[in-house]
């Protein structure tokens, strides 16, 4: 089955500077690449995703990386806030299948002030 | 409109019982997937539904694990004869339907003592 390793499982930054977070997934028919920001306690939430007929997606202070050819993806942060301070998870899935997501372990970001 | 919701919050249950854990996912939606979640891990698949049939089961743990979702909304996950290893967050999430964006509960945290 699909198997997706996130690193660096922890982050900390200055307030101001970029924070990168990589994941690498084995399964080659994975498709669909989420990634989602969990505060303390509460749900995770999707950030942005990226499907596999593109190379790079961005939102804002956000971006996400593809390369299929090495099977690795990546979330840029940019600018960073104290209010992104949270645990980050990558899932890789295949789209048909969507709900068969793999997570990562985390990575726990903190943003210092 | 109203998000995914997951009843109870919390339960607390001693070893050997039997539990329920209830999913309201988002109005419309027909895809929903269970989840559970391990301190300092990424969420494991365990479910997942699209409308009322269960499309892939294949994260269940082993068969004290089912669900239901008998009307195509409501689901329910039930757990016999539990086990302290069974203790975790369960997140519920739902989505338009396989392949979009999945909304997340806030979770069932069991404990099983």
């Known amino acids: 089955g699909e198997n997706v390793e996130q690193h660096p499982s922890t982050l900390s930054v200055q307030e101001g500077d970029s924070a990168v977070i990589k994941c690498t997934y084995s399964d080659s028919a994975s498709n669909y690449f989420p990634w989602y920001k969990q505060e303390l306690g509460k749900r995770p939430q999707l950030i942005i995703d990226?499907?596999?007929?593109?190379g790079e997606k961005k939102d804002q202070r956000i971006a996400v990386t593809l390369n299929k050819t090495a099977k690795h993806f990546s979330l840029h942060i940019t600018e960073t806030q104290p209010e992104d301070s949270a645990v980050y998870f990558c899932a890789a899935s295949i789209n048909t299948n969507a709900g068969k997501s793999t997570f990562g372990d985390g990575t726990t970001l903190t943003v210092k002030p | 409109g109203a998000g995914v919701s997951q009843t109870p919050s919390n339960k607390v249950t001693e070893k050997g019982k039997y539990v329920e854990l209830r999913c309201d996912p988002i109005?419309?939606?027909?895809?929903l997937y269970w989840y559970r979640q391990s301190l300092g891990q990424g969420p494991e698949f365990l479910i997942y539904?699209?409308?009322?049939?269960?499309?892939?089961d294949s994260g269940l743990p082993n068969d004290r694990f089912f669900a239901v979702r008998p009307e195509g909304s409501v689901s329910t996950l039930k757990i016999q004869r539990t086990e302290r290893g069974d203790s975790a967050v369960y997140l519920c999430a739902s989505s338009l339907s396989d392949g979009h964006e999945q909304y997340f509960g806030p979770g069932t945290r069991l404990t099983v003592t």
């Open positions: 990226i499907r596999s007929n593109v």
């Open positions: 109005s419309g939606h027909t895809a």
């Open positions: 539904f699209q409308g009322t049939g269960a499309a892939d």
